[in-house]
């Protein structure tokens, strides 16, 4: 288990922005990349976006594509999210995820997952 800790989240009127950012103590040699998912309130969590540690392939659901933008930095065993045009359905905690050696095709799971941090809360709010 890496520790991982979110951080970024907050209050945000619609089509307003936010950056999350995830920084990791460490890596799992054989991990993937790390994954950003979320869980509205009342809801199961679902997966948003991914990015590679090689390559730095990325992966969004389609609720969230072209709007939001994953990206990374190895050296900093660190990933962050960037969301624009923020929606309300948007509200909702959102967790920062460790893959394991393989993902899902054409999308990964849950639990495609080992690695989890505690989340940080995004609201958007008018």
């Known amino acids: 288990q890496v520790p991982l800790v979110e951080s970024g989240g907050g209050l945000v009127q619609p089509g307003g922005s936010l950056r999350l950012t995830c920084a990791a103590s460490?890596?799992?040699?054989?991990?993937?990349?790390l994954g950003w998912f979320r869980q509205p309130p009342e809801k199961e969590r679902e997966f948003v976006a991914a990015?590679?540690?090689?390559?730095?392939?990325?992966y969004y659901s389609d609720s969230v594509k072209g709007r939001f933008t994953i990206s990374g930095n190895s050296a900093k065993k660190s990933i962050y999210l960037q969301m624009n045009s923020l929606k309300f359905e948007d509200t909702a905690r959102y967790f920062c995820?460790?893959?394991?050696?393989?993902?899902?095709?054409?999308?990964?799971?849950?639990?495609?997952?080992?690695?989890w941090g505690q989340g940080t809360q995004v609201t958007v709010s008018s």
């Open positions: 460490g890596r799992t040699w054989s991990s993937v990349g």
């Open positions: 995820a460790e893959g394991g050696a393989s993902w899902s095709d054409p999308l990964p799971r849950e639990t495609d997952f080992g690695s």
């Open positions: 990015i590679t540690w090689n390559g730095g392939i990325t």
